[in-house]
């Protein structure tokens, strides 16, 4: 594999959850599914940026100590038995932040994730469905402590994902995605994989049918929209373009999209585009998705020489840690 192929680390971040190797169901610890990550900030990342959970790989060729990289993980060659990466975690501790496992379609696994899931909110129509699910199925902790993961054997047509809203999101789909385990089951939940088609439909249906039914009417489907690894440049345009549309549909607040495309451009693109571009994007999409955006979206991207955003439309101004510095 050429040196290049891979983003090198800059910074490693101690983890909030060390990994819990026991209550992981042996139907997940069966599969040739698994990487090791870590919190860390790689050389493409400003010094301002948020450290980010991701896949890597280790290397021992360093007479100085094992580094790490950031890996690709996408394709089963480069996912790896339970065993292995448990034997890296164990001897690698400070560079290692735990497991992750990649669910794949072929596996009939499905993962039910749930975002900001605590402190729990009066009447929040998960709770009900994650404490029939903690009686049959391993359902566990996330790293941030925020959120639950739920695993069951069923079928899912495509991926869903509604974590914006909602908070639930349901995969795998057609792109792969990493967990971050941690293998700390919640509210006591079995350390097995239960068989449970039902209440994968009650989520479809409760959480994504309407949301489905108003992209169908708009023209605009991102029901299946999945957010990349990553961006190479000959495909920002039209990647970024696509995550805004999908983002649009899902928040109805302009100036959080905003933030979110700058954060997403600065995070995933080889080369974020240009403040100007990304501008362009959101403009048309938002135009187009919703005419009440069109008043509001030009005052959200004026830029003074203190380098702060504000938003002439209410003379509020809008501090860097809500939309981020420009480049």
């Given amino acids: 594999m050429a040196e290049h192929e891979y983003e090198h680390v800059s910074a490693v971040y101690a983890t909030q959850t ?19 990550w870590s919190l860390v900030k790689t050389t493409r990342q400003k010094p301002d940026d948020k450290p980010t959970k991701r896949p890597i790989r ?39 932040g735990g497991l992750g496992f990649i669910p794949n379609p072929d596996d009939g696994i499905v993962v039910i994730d749930y975002d900001n899931y605590f402190p729990i909110k009066p009447n929040d129509p998960r709770t009900p469905l994650v404490n029939r699910l903690t009686e049959t199925t391993f359902v566990e902790l996330s790293q941030s402590g925020n959120g639950l993961h739920a695993f069951l054997f069923g079928e899912l047509a495509q991926r869903h994902n509604d974590s914006a809203n909602s ?5 795998p789909g057609k792109k ?18 239960n068989s449970d088609q039902e209440i994968i439909d009650e989520h ?25 690894e990553h961006i190479p440049n000959g495909n920002r345009n039209n990647e970024l373009t696509r995550l ?8 109805h607040d302009v100036k959080e999209v905003a933030a979110r495309m700058f ?22 999409i938002g135009s187009r998705h919703n005419a009440k955006f069109k008043h509001l979206i030009d005052n959200v991207w004026h830029i003074r020489s203190t380098n702060t955003w504000y938003d002439f439309s209410d003379h509020t101004e809008l501090t860097a840690k809500t939309l981020g510095n420009p480049p």
């Fill in 58 to 96: 280790l290397s021992q060729n360093n007479p100085l100590g094992p580094e790490i990289d950031i890996a690709k993980w996408s394709t089963p060659d480069r996912q790896y038995s339970f065993e292995h990466c448990l034997k890296l975690y164990n001897s690698n501790p400070d560079l290692i």
């Fill in 263 to 284: 954060a997403y451009n600065q995070e995933l693109c080889e080369t974020p585009l240009s403040t100007d571009e990304l501008q362009t994007i959101i403009n048309s």
């Fill in 204 to 228: 479809v249906k409760l959480f994504f049918k309407k949301s489905n039914s108003k992209q169908s009417q708009s023209g605009d489907d991102f029901s299946s929209y999945e957010i990349p």
């Fill in 167 to 171: 908070g639930v999101e349901l995969y």
């Fill in 176 to 193: 792969q995605s990493f967990i971050a385990m941690t293998g700390i089951a919640y509210n006591d939940a079995p350390s097995v994989i």
């Fill in 244 to 251: 805004c549309g999908w983002l649009f549909s899902q928040i």
């Fill in 18 to 36: 060390k990994f819990n190797p026991d209550d992981i169901p042996d139907a997940l610890k069966e599969l040739d599914r698994w990487v090791i």
